[in-house]
């Protein structure tokens, strides 16, 4: 294993130490354990938006804290789900007193121990809610999963619930506007080789040197198969094929795509694969609003890429547009 850390098990906290150290004027670590938090939170008038996971897929969640978008970024170990004192302790830095939304990626873990922290918040009088992201069509009902994953559309739902928020809206408001982002955002993705965990020290699943994996996680779990490499245009329709049968997107509609690496997956090939896409919904006549490329939720070393599509309405677009900064975007 080749890696450049110290001791694997202080990955996280030495991590965290350096993005503050690097971005002081965006985020500030909690006292209470490895969360970020958006440097002038809480912002008084506002809903606090706290999302996260385990770490590993940087610059999702820490990097896309700040302005419009989230408040706080809460940290697990590698691949692990954050505990739900780690969330109670996040849901406190950002609560103004204008109720706290938990935006929660579809894994078992996540899901149980964001669930717990909502309650404990809500002991102390804090108004907690929380919408669940699902975007990925590839499989539904795995080993981590009751339902379907949740990956790079994740970011979409953080971009404009954030935008949501920072207007002044009500808790009520941005967790309506984040469900229409989850109902309306498909993502699939493929793999061509592993990652390595820190701590396990050796892949954490095994391609043969002409194989790929279509519709894998982003934690390295199983896709729905295994093929030979083929051409970018082959791998992107194939994507395109499953998105489009799982959302109805009329002519003439908009979306916003998003053409996301992995890890290890450079940008000409990640531009080459979103030409294949703009062909795919142009020639159906479906709108392209706007594109991002680029690494947006990644897993750790993993090479490969993911496409999200989000259809969009007036309303959508607008928050979609509206300023956010944060050090993830600036990155980028």
């Known amino acids: 294993m080749k890696k450049i850390i110290n001791d694997p098990s202080n990955v996280v906290s030495d991590m965290i130490q350096g993005i503050v150290l690097a971005h002081p004027n965006y985020v500030r670590k909690s006292d209470n354990g490895n969360i970020l938090v958006r440097k002038d939170a809480p912002v008084e008038g506002k809903v606090g938006l706290v999302s996260g996971g385990g770490s590993g897929h940087e610059p999702s969640h820490g990097g896309f804290v700040g302005y419009g978008m989230l408040d706080a970024a809460v940290c697990g170990e590698v691949f692990t789900s954050p505990t739900p004192d780690q969330v109670y302790e996040a849901i406190k830095e950002v609560n103004s007193g204008n109720g706290v939304l938990l935006i929660i990626k579809n894994y078992t873990g996540d899901v149980m121990n964001f669930e717990m922290a909502k309650e404990m918040a809500e002991m102390d009088g804090i108004e907690v809610d929380y919408v669940v992201v699902n975007d990925d069509v590839a499989v539904e009902n795995s080993l981590y999963t009751a339902g379907r994953r949740g990956i790079a559309g994740t970011v979409f739902v953080h971009k404009i619930a ?36 820190p701590a396990a020290g050796k892949p954490n699943f095994t391609l043969e040197e002409n194989e790929i994996e279509i519709g ?17 245009n082959d791998i992107t329709t194939h994507l395109i094929d499953k998105i489009l049968a799982d959302v109805e997107i009329a002519e003439d509609e908009e979306v916003a795509v998003m053409v996301n690496g992995l890890g290890s997956t450079p940008l000409m090939e990640l531009y080459i694969a979103n030409k294949t896409v703009n062909e795919i919904l142009t020639n159906k006549g ?10 947006y939720m990644t897993s750790l070393e993993m090479a490969g890429y993911s496409v999200s599509i989000l259809k969009l309405d007036d309303e959508l677009k607008e928050l979609l547009d509206a300023k956010a900064d944060t050090l993830g975007l600036k990155i980028l």
Do not use: D
């Open 286 to 295: 479906i709108k392209i609003y706007n594109t991002f490329v680029g690494e």
């Open 216 to 232: 894998m996680g982003i934690h390295g779990e199983p896709g729905t198969h295994k093929e030979e490499i083929s051409s970018a």
């Open 162 to 197: 954030g935008a949501k928020a920072t207007q002044g809206a009500t808790l009520k408001q941005v967790k309506e506007v984040a469900n229409k982002v989850i109902k309306n955002v498909r993502s699939m993705g493929m793999a061509l080789s592993p990652c390595i965990v």
